[in-house]
């Protein structure tokens, strides 16, 4: 069974930095598609950042050049790399992992909060 543990949220302020950090169990890491999603209150999920399993990246426009997200295989870790935070990036940060196209993973989501 695959198990993704998220890390590294908090409270930051605008114009800060913070790195998340998703952890995956299991076998195969290093064939899944791995993704970021956050979801405010009162708003739907909405896509961060997805990474494949050779490393390519794409992002939501709202984050593009401020946000980076990586992978190491050899650790099974995802990473978002967040500077210049806003407060409209306060969310729920999830980490998903995608296995075959189908099997669909998700954590239980880390607090991020943009506020002065």
């Known amino acids: 069974q695959v198990q993704v543990v998220e890390s590294g949220g908090g409270l930051v302020q605008p114009g800060g930095s913070l790195r998340l950090s998703c952890a995956a169990s299991?076998?195969?890491?290093?064939?899944?598609?791995m993704g970021w999603y956050r979801q405010a209150p009162g708003n739907q999920r909405e896509l961060v950042a997805t990474i494949t399993n050779v490393g390519n990246t794409n992002y939501a426009d709202s984050v593009k050049g401020r946000f980076t997200i990586s992978r190491d295989n050899a650790k099974n870790t995802m990473y978002l790399q967040m500077n210049s935070l806003k407060p409209e990036d306060t969310a729920v940060y999830y980490c998903k992992l995608t296995k075959f196209a189908r099997d669909e993973y998700w954590g239980q989501g880390t607090q991020v909060t943009v506020s002065s």
């Open positions: 299991g076998s195969m890491f290093g064939l899944a598609v």
